[in-house]
């Protein structure tokens, strides 16, 4: 699935502005090559002014202008915002929150996703639309909805729970053994007997529950009901539209919707990425390859970022000069092959007047964000389709797994700082550092491609996920797994026996008990060599069952001189248990292990400088990226010729503040 082109663009909210600014828009735009437009994404109180009436005439109008100016359109369904009248009207469209509380109107993303109303109402805009535009060669893209999440807890949706409930379990005896009922006297007798944990139910706060199993189960019901809301637009679609690509837009790692089964019913996967100040660009780098590993590899549109600033985080720092080209790259890197922006012209009034755009509330071209918008659009421009659909070459796969992230998070102990996504990235972050390409896979995924395999805090695992692992390092692979993993299977439960449970055996350790270290505690783990590395957080007490030690933990505690980390043989591949977190100096020390046997090219450079390859018609593209805001040499052991500056690039180099060099590999 692709474009002819490269979509440049973005979020175009013309129904904002009087007509003349429509003329503006469509001259300043094509001063920055700016192809595309994503239209209609907030807009059903006007496309609908009441139940019985739709006026689609301005719609039309935008249409035509775009369809006259040769714009690729990213078509919106506008269902991410009710309209007033349906809120009050049909209360039950609007979401119950956590606390309980029945909302009236407001705000955005604010639909129950088990609401009849909205179900009826929904899906109907979503077919008009595709009825009336569906069969514009210049339509591109179908956006339905906006980056959907939250969750509801009304009466309906505790309603429809119990039916998905009975779906999965079929008997109350399957529940109550499920969620282990017995415990705090909760045994149910009867359907009606489930409710919802929020606050008024099992919940503790937001991020704990009494019930793990029930609040895993909760929230993979919010994310399926929500895809079913996703579907139920799609289909309508596609009574109108066959062929043109559907997708919504994802959040990188938003914890609220499982992305993998979400991915399965998107043609396209689209993601919004706005790093704050501080993030990263490793994290940002981590986020992308997981948008891309979310349909197998496929190339992903960079749906949304802003072209200077946010307007939600708390610092809304200003992009520096060249920093927006450069993360933009970066996502093309990564397999990005649309750039958009949030949004084309900056809005006038509500909460997100500051927020960044290509046209300023100045209202010309003469800004520097402009100009830089330009400078890319033009790049972008004479790259053509150098880059379109280009492969991502990766050795490593790093299992990423929505499920385990809520299971994981929600456990009571053994720390409160365990937090998945920063776990995954801990070890993103070393591989990142050597230049290394990742895939981020799903636990089902086929990772048999891959000479390494990584699966950081893999806390929830059945059975069978544990076969396929060992199947994989059985023939060859080579598995990493770390503390708190192979503890407890679908509905939270511990497999019993010992931990890691159904991975002990292929790791070839017992795990006694964990020690959490207070924040204000490190320990430290001796490697074969001697050398001592720094550890945090947490410290597994492991017995080695077969498994050779290549790490005790030093001095001072009870389970000094005992194994940290592991390595076991087994069959013709390896396995690895690192029992504890370890500083990013231990995690280079064990990485040299680990790739020691391994043939997987790597590429330390100086701090900052990432390189990442995308291959197409098996031409190698390197993308060279400086991430500091400072002149930086590096050596690279490649050469070719650089698509940006149309010149011969290699060997010794110096990269500008956040300068890139795509290099077309001779
Ligand atoms: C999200 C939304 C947009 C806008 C931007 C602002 O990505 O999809 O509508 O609110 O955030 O950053
Ligand atoms: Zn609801």
New binding site residues.
């Given amino acids: 699935m692709t474009f002819k082109k490269v979509l440049f663009g973005g ?1 175009y909210n013309p129904e904002q502005w009087p007509k003349e600014v429509w003329t503006e828009d469509m001259r300043m735009f094509d001063l920055a090559s700016i192809n595309s437009a994503t239209v209609n ?2 807009s059903w109180a006007q496309l609908q002014p009441s139940e019985e009436e739709y006026d689609f005439s301005q719609l039309d109008d935008i249409m035509e202008m775009l369809k006259k100016h040769n714009y690729q359109i990213v078509l919106a369904t506008s269902t991410a915002a009710l309209p007033a009248w349906m809120s009050r009207r049909y209360p039950d469209v609007n979401r119950v929150d956590f606390e309980g509380r029945q909302h009236k109107f407001g705000h955005r993303h604010n639909a129950c996703p088990n609401s009849p109303t909205f179900r009826k109402y929904s899906p109907l805009l979503a077919g008009k639309l595709a009825e009336r535009y569906g069969d514009l060669s210049e339509v591109a893209c179908w956006h339905i909805s ?2 959907y999440g939250g969750e509801c807890y009304c009466e309906n949706c505790e309603k429809a729970f119990r039916v998905w409930l009975k779906k999965k379990y079929q008997t109350l005896e399957n529940l109550n053994d499920a969620w282990n009922m017995t415990f705090w006297s909760h045994k149910i007798y009867s359907w009606e007997e489930i409710v919802a944990p929020n606050a008024l139910g099992d919940a503790i706060g937001t991020e704990k529950t009494a019930f793990a199993g029930i609040s895993i189960d909760y929230r993979r019901f919010m994310s399926d009901s929500m895809l079913q809301n996703f579907v139920d637009e799609k289909n309508q679609i596609r009574r109108f539209d066959a062929t043109t690509p559907i997708t919504t ?1 994802l ?1 990188g790692t938003y914890k609220g919707l499982d992305y993998f089964k979400w991915a399965k019913e998107m043609d396209l996967v689209s993601w ?1 990425s ?1 790093p704050s100040y501080n993030t990263p660009a490793s994290y940002t780098a981590m986020c992308h390859d997981l948008m891309r590993g979310l349909k197998n590899g496929q190339p992903f549109m960079l749906m ?1 970022q ?1 072209p200077s600033q ?3 985080q708390p610092y809304n720092s200003l992009k520096r000069p060249g920093q927006m080209k450069n993360m933009s790259y970066q996502a093309i890197a990564h397999g990005a092959d649309t750039i958009q922006y ?2 084309l012209r900056r809005s006038k009034g509500a909460c ?1 007047k500051f ?1 960044g755009a290509v046209i300023d509330h100045v209202g010309n071209e003469h800004t520097r964000v402009f100009k830089e918008v330009a400078e890319l659009g033009g790049e972008l421009a004479q790259l053509g389709d150098s880059f379109l659909t280009a492969t991502t070459p990766a050795k490593v796969g790093l299992i990423f797994d929505w499920s385990n992230y809520w299971a994981l998070e929600y456990t009571s102990g053994p720390t409160i700082e365990l937090k998945y996504v920063e776990q995954i990235h801990h070890y993103y972050q070393e591989l990142y550092r050597r230049n290394i390409d990742v895939d981020l896979v799903p636990i089902d995924g086929d990772y048999e491609k891959y000479d390494l395999l990584l699966a950081p805090c893999l806390y929830m695992i059945e059975e069978a996920s544990a076969k396929k692992i060992e199947k994989y390092v059985t023939a060859g692979g080579t598995f990493v797994t770390t503390m708190m993993s192979g503890i407890v299977s679908q509905s939270d439960n511990v497999h019993l026996g010992g931990y890691p449970g159904p991975l002990k055996e292929l790791l070839g350790i017992w795990v006694e008990e964990f020690d959490a270290l207070p924040p204000e505690t490190h320990y430290q783990v001796v490697f074969e060599d001697g050398r001592q590395q720094d550890c945090r957080m947490l410290c597994d007490i492991i017995h080695p069952k077969g498994a050779q030690t290549l790490a005790n933990y030093g001095k001072g505690e009870f389970y000094q001189d005992t194994p940290a980390i592991t390595r076991n043989q087994f069959a013709k591949g390896a396995a690895y248990y690192v029992g504890t977190m370890l500083s990013e100096a231990g995690m280079t020390e064990l990485f040299d292990l680990i790739l020691a046997d391994l043939d997987i090219p790597e590429l330390i450079l100086p701090a900052g400088i990432e390189v990442k390859t995308r291959i197409k018609d098996n031409q190698v593209l390197k993308f060279v990226l400086n991430h500091r805001n400072e002149t930086v040499a590096a050596t690279l052991p490649f050469n070719g010729t650089d698509l940006l500056a149309g010149q011969a690039c290699g060997g010794d180099v110096e990269l500008e503040p956040f300068g890139v060099k795509l290099i077309a590999v001779k």
């Fill in positions: 979020d994404v907030f906006n980056e837009n959040m919004d706005y949304e802003t946010q307007n939600w949030f949004q997100e927020h």
